[in-house]
């Protein structure tokens, strides 16, 4: 099988390590032809360039592109693939992409790998970023079936948890575990950059430890990623932003009235159930 990835960053940089590692032939393509050469130097890929053509003769294609441009890139490619080829993407939004990329190519499965780092870029990628990791696909219900089977394939060899649901279903449940820790980490910086005392707020850099590193992590990633979230799953997110800013509002009511009892309650809720999240 040859496979193609557009895409050559941390994801699909990992995914070319991945699948070049066992046995596939691999075709990249970046948008500077330095990416490309890097690509082919690091073994990332055994063939890559800048023009869609390279994708000819390829059996399945992995748009690895912002979630801006993955349906856009599904249109341009689509001239290039030979017609039993597959398409999917890795975007952390699917209802808004899933439709407009499969009216460009109706072999398309939308695709959600929870994998990632801080870091991004060709240099960050890594072999084994998905092992043990959640992977989503969402067809829809006129998707082909070996579509789905070719892709779904192609996630076990990388070792992945795959699970499979409607573009809906996974927004919902994105905007809750991946979307809205986005914007609370960063509303938390923002928070703390409010200080008005100039030698609290030193102080507060000064001891910002792992509880800190902790829940300001995700907030501290590319700007872009959180836009393209809160752009392409609004209504998701001002759902779950509007039930996290309720529970907001409820322990400052507990705190306000020195309910103690209520605030250890909540914070007993919440270790007990923060197992059925976190294995």
């Known amino acids: 099988m040859r496979i193609g990835i557009v895409g050559l960053g941390l994801i699909g940089g990992s995914l070319g390590i991945d699948f070049s590692q066992q046995g596939y032939q691999v075709v990249g393509i970046g948008r500077r032809p330095e990416v490309c050469q890097a690509a082919l130097e690091r073994n990332v890929v055994q063939q890559a360039g800048c023009d869609y053509s390279l994708l000819s003769g390829v059996d399945a294609v992995f748009v690895c592109t912002p979630i801006a441009a993955i349906a856009a890139t599904v249109g341009a490619i689509a001239p290039y693939l030979a017609p039993h080829a597959v398409v999917t993407d890795v975007g952390s939004v699917k209802a808004a992409i899933v439709t407009a990329a499969t009216h460009h190519w109706p072999r398309f499965v939308g695709g959600h790998p929870m994998a990632g780092k801080t870091e991004v870029g060709l240099e960050a990628a890594e072999p084994g970023l998905y092992r043990d990791r959640a992977y989503v696909l969402t067809p829809l219900a006129q998707t082909p079936a070996d579509a789905v089977e070719t892709v779904a394939a192609l996630v076990k060899e990388l070792r992945a948890r795959l699970y499979q649901c409607s573009p809906e279903i996974h927004d919902r449940a994105v905007a809750w575990i991946s979307h809205l820790p986005v914007m609370v980490s960063s509303s938390l910086i923002q928070a703390c950059l409010s200080e008005p005392n100039a030698e609290v707020a030193q102080l507060a850099r000064a001891l910002a430890s792992s509880g800190f590193q902790d829940t300001s992590r995700v907030g501290g990633g590319p700007p872009e990623l959180g836009l393209m979230m809160a752009r392409y799953n609004r209504d998701s997110i001002l759902q779950s932003?509007?039930?996290?800013?309720?529970?907001?509002?409820?322990?400052?009511?507990?705190?306000?009235?020195?309910?103690?009892?209520?605030?250890?309650?909540?914070?007993?809720?919440t270790q007990a159930a923060r197992s059925e999240f976190i294995a």
Request: hydrophobic letters at 40%; charged letters at 20%; aromatic letters at 6%.
């Open 241 to 269: 932003l509007q039930g996290y800013r309720h529970q907001l509002d409820q322990v400052i009511a507990l705190i306000q009235a020195e309910d103690w009892e209520g605030v250890q309650q909540h914070l007993r809720q």
